[in-house]
């Protein structure tokens, strides 16, 4: 074991990108967490005493922690770091950090929001105290989106000065379960895809607007809304269809076989989309995908032959974005004109790093 991560909130994606050098401690997981992901033995639920044990192994080198801006798991994770740098100091601590929004906005005191003087103290303080502790417990981050490292650097810059950084985006090659393509080119089904829980923060009330102002249905098309909630009795307009909490093997599926993946994402108060993981899902596994500017891969993917940015919240651009996206998912199944690229999906736009490149990066400037 070369790299032990602690990891809140655990996903199925999570274990399915571990290193093979890599250990997994959780002090949370996620409810559609996949139980036979999770049955792998470099995966456990967190207790201090596993964590002194992982301390233990000599060829540990890069303990990886929840990012600063997850402030919770933040503090939680200071506690851990000591622990780890009293036991092993030359222990390099990292972390993937993709928060996108506004540091200053991710740590002003809502409870002051009625008292602007007061509140603005308190954020700055916020901000001062934050960037002591990345100050004082991080040598290495990886920013997984353009967005977050601008975000972190225009708070934090001064104490990130002396931390090894930098930008690795997320794996957009094939996907490491499914594979790339071997189908010989068989057309996608006409379907728009939409991956978690139907919620507005997730745009789900514009994106079925949209998907009624495209004339979807008259098009030929079905919008599918893979649940992980389970619930069923979601009303939904016509052409819609729920899955209500599917396996991990059905997503995969559902992936391989959609044309489109619809992630509209909006900004909530203290709340805004990270990277999105439908977004990557969907052009690992070949489909085009319809997105907003909210997402912290805007920049890095605006050029992306697949992806098509819409304004948040704007039902019309939605629409329009839906359209273009059905229409160019159309013309390749008539003309397979981007067979190649179903076949592979390295070969378009950009391919990205995996985690195992992530965990790479670290080992290259670890102190043991």
């Known amino acids: 074991m070369q790299t032990l991560r602690i990891v809140p909130d655990l996903r199925s994606s999570v274990v399915e990108e571990m290193p093979a050098t890599q250990a997994l401690l959780f002090t949370s997981r996620r409810a559609d967490a996949d139980p036979a992901l999770l049955a792998d033995p470099r995966v456990a639920p967190f207790t201090p005493r596993r964590l002194l044990t992982a301390l233990r192994d000599r060829e540990l080198a890069v303990l990886e922690v929840a990012e600063p801006l997850w402030t919770g798991e933040w503090v939680r994770a200071l506690r851990w770091i000591a622990l780890a740098k009293l036991r092993r100091p030359r222990i390099t601590v990292a972390t993937y950090a993709i928060e996108n929004l506004d540091a200053r906005a991710r740590l002003a005191p809502r409870s002051l929001g009625h008292r602007p003087v007061l509140g603005a103290a308190a954020t700055r303080l916020a901000v001062l105290g934050m960037g002591v502790s990345v100050l004082l417990a991080l040598d290495a981050v990886v920013f997984g989106t353009s967005g977050a490292a601008e975000n972190y650097r225009r708070a934090f810059g001064w104490a990130l000065r002396g931390t090894r950084q930098t930008v690795l985006t997320p794996r957009l090659s094939a996907c490491s379960v499914c594979g790339p393509r071997v189908d010989g080119g068989t057309p996608r089904e006409r379907t728009v895809l939409f991956l978690g829980t139907p919620s507005e923060r997730k745009g789900f009330a514009v994106l079925t607007a949209a998907w009624e102002h495209a004339g979807s249905v008259?098009?030929?098309?079905?919008?599918?809304?893979?649940?992980?909630?389970?619930?069923?009795?979601?009303?939904?307009?016509?052409?819609?269809?729920?899955?209500?909490?599917?396996?991990?093997?059905?997503?995969?599926?559902?992936?391989?076989?959609?044309?489109?993946?619809?992630?509209?994402?909006?900004?909530?108060?203290?709340?805004?989309?990270?990277?999105?993981?439908?977004?990557?899902?969907?052009?690992?596994?070949?489909?085009?995908?319809?997105?907003?500017?909210?997402?912290?891969?805007?920049?890095?993917?605006?050029?992306?032959?697949?992806?098509?940015?819409?304004?948040?919240?704007?039902?019309?651009?939605?629409?329009?974005?839906?359209?273009?996206?059905?229409?160019?998912?159309?013309?390749?199944?008539?003309?397979?004109?981007?067979?190649?690229?179903?076949?592979?999906?390295?070969?378009?736009?950009p391919r990205g790093a995996t985690k195992t490149d992530v965990v790479a990066w670290w080992l290259e400037g670890a102190l043991v």
């Open 218 to 349: 008259d098009r030929g098309w079905r919008l599918v809304v893979a649940d992980p909630s389970g619930a069923t009795d979601r009303p939904v307009p016509t052409g819609v269809s729920i899955v209500a909490d599917p396996p991990r093997a059905t997503v995969h599926a559902l992936l391989r076989a959609a044309a489109v993946v619809a992630m509209p994402s909006v900004r909530r108060p203290g709340w805004r989309e990270q990277i999105g993981l439908p977004l990557v899902e969907g052009l690992t596994h070949g489909c085009r995908v319809v997105t907003t500017t909210e997402t912290g891969l805007a920049d890095d993917l605006r050029d992306h032959p697949r992806v098509v940015l819409t304004a948040p919240g704007d039902v019309a651009d939605l629409a329009a974005g839906l359209r273009r996206a059905m229409d160019a998912a159309d013309t390749a199944d008539t003309d397979h004109a981007d067979h190649a690229a179903d076949t592979d999906a390295e070969q378009v736009g």
